[in-house]
C-alpha cells in the first residue's frame, strides 16, 4: 500500500512530466520492473517496453528542446518588452527601433 504519497504517473499529464526530473527515474524503473516479469505474454511485454522507451527517449527530446528555447527566448525579451509597451500605448516607436537596433541573436547572419 502506498499511504496517498505515491507519485502515480499514469495520472499525470504529458507536460507535467517533462518538467518533473523523478519522471525519467520512474520510468526507468518501471521498465526494470516489467522486464522482470517473466509469467507475461514475451511479445506483448516487450512491446510494451519498446514503446515505454520510444515514449522516455521523446519526453527526454522535449526536454532538451525546451530547456534550449528557455535559452533561445532570453535573447528576444529586449524587443519583445518595447514592443509590448509600444502596442500597449506604455512606450514609444523610439524604444522599438532602439531595441531592434541593440538586438544581440545568433545564429543567423544579415
Given at each position: 500500500?502506498?499511504?496517498?504519497?505515491?507519485?502515480?504517473?499514469?495520472?499525470?499529464?504529458?507536460?507535467?512530466?517533462?518538467?518533473?526530473?523523478?519522471?525519467?527515474e520512474?520510468?526507468?524503473?518501471?521498465?526494470?520492473?516489467?522486464?522482470?516479469?517473466?509469467?507475461?505474454n514475451?511479445?506483448?511485454?516487450?512491446?510494451?517496453?519498446?514503446e515505454?522507451?520510444?515514449?522516455?527517449?521523446?519526453?527526454?527530446s522535449?526536454?532538451?528542446?525546451?530547456?534550449?528555447?528557455?535559452?533561445e527566448?532570453d535573447?528576444?525579451?529586449?524587443?519583445?518588452?518595447?514592443?509590448?509597451?509600444?502596442?500597449?500605448?506604455?512606450?514609444?516607436?523610439k524604444?522599438?527601433?532602439?531595441?531592434?537596433?541593440?538586438?544581440?541573436?545568433?545564429?543567423y547572419?544579415?
Amino acid at each position: 500500500m502506498s499511504g496517498g504519497s505515491y507519485n502515480y504517473l499514469y495520472s499525470k499529464e504529458v507536460e507535467d512530466m517533462i518538467i518533473v526530473e523523478e519522471t525519467y527515474e520512474w520510468l526507468l524503473e518501471m521498465l526494470k520492473d516489467i522486464q522482470k516479469l517473466d509469467f507475461v505474454n514475451e511479445p506483448k511485454r516487450d512491446r510494451v517496453m519498446k514503446e515505454m522507451l520510444n515514449f522516455i527517449t521523446d519526453l527526454e527530446s522535449i526536454k532538451d528542446k525546451i530547456n534550449l528555447l528557455s535559452k533561445e527566448k532570453d535573447k528576444f525579451v529586449g524587443v519583445w518588452r518595447a514592443m509590448e509597451m509600444w502596442q500597449s500605448n506604455d512606450g514609444g516607436k523610439k524604444e522599438v527601433i532602439k531595441s531592434i537596433n541593440e538586438f544581440k541573436g545568433g545564429g543567423y547572419e544579415d
